[in-house]
């Protein structure tokens, strides 16, 4: 739970912009927090181009939809109250 709300979990791919923006405007979310990365080195190292598809261009995708429907990145205040939206898991 977060600020007294419980978690919607919606599976999806990172890098799938029309998805994520789609889930940003269903949800109203106006902060993300962003837990889609593929982080093994020693996979990274054997899979470079894979890495670099998740995490660098997930990561633009998820940015590019956050600033289309209006979430913003920022550090939140314990006065704040926002829809946060948990973007978390990769289909592959």
């Not at 429907?69 to 205040?77: D, I, L, M, N, Y």
Request: charge should be positive; include cysteine; aromatic fraction near 6%.
């Amino acid at each position: 739970m977060i600020c007294s709300k419980s978690l919607i979990v919606v599976q999806g791919d990172i890098r799938d912009q029309v998805a994520l923006e789609s889930t940003l405007t269903k949800y109203r979310c106006t902060a993300v927090l962003h837990f889609a990365g593929l982080k093994s080195v020693q996979d990274s190292v054997a899979r470079p181009l894979e890495y670099y598809d998740h995490n660098v261009i997930g990561s633009y995708r998820l940015l590019c939809a956050m600033q289309n429907t209006g979430a913003s990145v920022h550090q939140r205040r314990s006065t704040e109250t926002r829809n946060f939206c948990h973007i978390g898991r990769i289909i592959r």
